[in-house]
């Protein structure tokens, strides 16, 4: 099936989330009563709410999003391209951004959504963060009422999963296994939270979020059994 599948009419994304507060004392007291309910069957005993406030960026409820990237294949003749861009800054902007893009290129039904473990948090965190924001969900991330094989998104992990449900495979060791040449990256994502409140970082974390999506490219291309980007494929707009 994957074989069928036209390319371009794929958009691969990747997000980088971060808490909403630098600090856990930056919250009301009611949010972190919330925080420590919502965690207390994660957290170890020995490991207090506030400690364990630097993972609160995995939760939709508790986090935000700080970098959307994307990247499509295009194609002139018998010459192939794969363009990434980033949307970054304030959170509201960032979504509503990310939906234009979709209303203009992506939403007619041919068109699919691709993220690695998309379906478990990319996808429904920026439908939950929209939500949140009072954004109103674009088709693509509307699934009220879709039937299994309605829904727009491939997911590079489900993939590889080959049925398995229970296995799980992070993005960079599934690169690694199939052969994927690792980029040169300076963080991973235990960091961006420190990178983003602590150094202001922002830009490494757009580096990193765009390394992501161009190596789910890869990956979904190796599941196809094709050719891998090179680096002169790979544009930057």
């Known amino acids: 099936m994957l074989y069928k599948l036209n390319l371009d009419h794929i958009l691969f994304l990747d997000i980088e989330t971060v808490p909403q507060s630098r600090?856990?004392?930056?919250?009301d007291e009611t949010t972190q009563i919330l925080w420590e309910q919502k965690t207390q069957y994660q957290r170890k005993e020995e490991i207090s709410a506030e400690d364990f406030y630097e993972r609160a960026g995995i939760w939709a409820e508790f986090g935000k999003i700080v970098c959307i990237s994307v990247g499509y294949f295009t194609f002139k003749g018998d010459s192939r391209s794969f363009r990434v861009t980033s949307f970054h800054?304030?959170?509201?902007?960032?979504?509503?951004?990310f939906k234009q893009l979709l209303k203009d290129h992506f939403s007619q039904t041919k068109h699919l959504l691709c993220a690695h473990n998309g379906k478990e948090f990319d996808f429904p965190y920026?439908?939950?963060r929209m939500v949140i924001n009072g954004i109103h969900l674009p088709y693509k991330l509307d699934l009220f009422g879709k039937k299994p094989w309605e829904v727009p998104h491939l997911d590079t992990l489900e993939l590889w999963k080959f049925g398995d449900y229970k296995h799980y495979t992070s993005l960079?060791?599934?690169?690694?296994?199939?052969?994927?040449p690792s980029p040169k990256e300076d963080m991973d994502g235990s960091?961006?939270?420190d990178v983003f409140y602590e150094e202001n970082g922002l830009d490494r974390i757009i580096t990193y979020c765009e390394l992501d999506v161009v190596t789910t490219a890869q990956i979904f291309l190796r599941m196809r059994n094709e050719e891998l980007l090179s680096d002169d494929e790979i544009k930057k707009i």
């Open 172 to 180: 960079k060791l599934l690169a690694h296994v199939l052969g994927i």
């Open 89 to 97: 800054g304030e959170e509201v902007q960032i979504l509503k951004q």
């Open 126 to 128: 920026i439908a939950r």
């Open 23 to 27: 600090l856990f004392s930056d919250l």
């Open 191 to 193: 960091m961006v939270k």
